[in-house]
């Protein structure tokens, strides 16, 4: 019953200087009369002496001058034996069913969303390779005019083979720049 009404709770505080001149006079009034409020005031007496002087004694640890380095490291990366498989297996089963209860929760609204976004990504795909196909349709197409134009009026009137290669790839170079050029301004249809 005595333990009940006995302040413990005001002897840190005592120790520490903290309590006004009238609590100090009534705790010291009790601890007069009470064995064990005075057994707690000489352990905690006895705790502060030997933290005074854990803290005042030198340091005189040898450590490595990368310790709180390597403290850290092994701190985040050696994470092996803290748990067992069982704790895995659970785990990876509550994830599951937590992301079956969320897709289900969710129901008609994420299944609209996720078609929804399919189509964009599969409509951008297609948008990429039809531009890519009419790319290469037009350069071909390009190519084939500029070459039978040239060919018929560098072979039929001079009969010079170097001087038509030297046209054609002339051709082929403004071209290409051409369409380097265009795709750069982002004139696109």
């Not at 969710?106 to 609209?112: E, I, K």
């Not at 072979?155 to 795709?183: C, D, K």
Request: include cysteine; glycine fraction near 6%; proline fraction near 2%.
């Amino acid at each position: 019953m005595k333990q009940q009404t006995c302040p413990v709770n005001l002897i840190a505080p005592y120790l520490e200087g903290e309590l006004d001149q009238a609590t100090s006079e009534l705790l010291e009034d009790h601890l007069a009369g009470c064995d064990l409020c005075r057994i707690e005031l000489r352990a905690h007496q006895l705790f502060m002496c030997e933290l005074d002087a854990a803290l005042t004694q030198p340091d005189d640890l040898d450590v490595p001058a990368n310790f709180s380095h390597l403290v850290a490291v092994r701190a985040v990366s050696d994470m092996r034996g803290v748990r067992s498989v069982s704790e895995h297996k659970k785990a990876l089963a509550f994830s599951l069913v937590l992301a079956l209860t969320s897709f289900a929760l969710l129901g008609a609204t994420a299944r609209d969303y996720t078609v929804r976004f399919g189509r964009k990504v599969v409509g951008v795909f297609w948008g990429l390779a039809e531009f890519l196909w009419n790319a290469a349709y037009d350069t071909a197409a390009s190519l084939t005019v500029v070459s039978k134009v040239l060919s018929r009026k560098f072979v039929v009137e001079s009969g010079s083979l170097v001087l038509v290669l030297v046209v054609l790839a002339a051709g082929g170079f403004l071209l290409s720049r051409l369409i380097s050029n265009y795709h750069r301004s982002g004139a696109t249809e």
